[in-house]
């Protein structure tokens, strides 16, 4: 079964609108991290936010917030006022258990943001 | 700077050879990760390690070989039992146990000729 399932192929946002990037997990373990990484065509990866799954509140950065709804198993990256430069691969990731040993990836979402 | 090295960044093997990939960091960074790439789907893992002279297989370890003789280095040998070994490989280190992030390399493009 896939741990990550993020179901948008791609996207397309209007720039300075802000857009949802969906993100769902799969896990048993209570204790767990679920992370946003953007991957521009350059190819590397730039992490973005993290949630720990103990985390009372939603976790931000900048423009960017993590829409975390732990009973639905969720983890929505939002992005506000979307720039022409955030037009990436938007990958979830998970580190499960307390000593998290590695990530699960999801397959990627593909945003554009439209002039 | 710290940071994550990866070399070469493009690199062609011909069929039948083996190849190492290079990945140094001098973040202090305790686990380190191999991860491959193919065109337009996610990461998945090939191999990682939590400390020095230790490390596990990941999920496609199969025509891979690592060491970890440093904490610094955590080479990538892509053997001749790797079939399909056309891929960009991202390396990538994080603190340790625990949640914190993991920071990558640039990549390496890999191209079997």
């Known amino acids: 079964a896939q741990k990550i399932t993020q179901t948008q192929p791609g996207m397309f946002v209007q720039e300075k609108e802000a857009v949802t990037l969906d993100c769902t997990y799969d896990t048993s373990d209570p204790s767990y991290g679920l992370f946003w990484y953007k991957q521009p065509s350059s190819g590397e990866m730039i992490f973005l936010i993290y949630q720990g799954s103990y985390d009372q509140q939603n976790a931000t950065e900048g423009r960017y917030s993590l829409n975390f709804q732990k009973a639905r198993k969720s983890a929505n990256l939002v992005i506000s006022a979307s720039q022409l430069g955030d037009s990436a691969m938007y990958f979830c990731a998970m580190r499960e258990g307390d000593y998290g040993q590695n990530f699960v990836f999801g397959p990627g979402t593909r945003l554009s943001v439209l002039p | 700077d710290g940071g994550i090295t990866q070399s070469p960044k493009y690199l062609f093997r011909k069929e039948g050879q083996n190849v190492t990939l290079s990945c140094e960091q001098n973040?202090?960074?305790?686990?380190m990760y191999w991860y491959r790439q193919d065109p337009g789907q996610g990461l998945r893992l090939i191999y990682y390690?939590?400390?020095?002279?230790?490390?596990q297989k990941g999920d496609i370890a199969e025509g891979y070989s690592v060491s970890r003789e440093k904490k610094e280095s955590f080479p990538l040998t892509v053997t001749s039992a790797q079939k399909n070994p056309t891929a960009f490989y991202l390396c990538?280190?994080?603190?340790?146990?625990?949640?914190?992030?993991?920071?990558f390399g640039q990549g390496t493009r890999l191209t079997v000729v």
């Open positions: 990538a280190s994080s603190i340790g146990p625990g949640h914190k992030e993991a920071f």
């Open positions: 973040l202090n960074h305790d686990a």
């Open positions: 390690s939590q400390i020095v002279n230790d490390f």
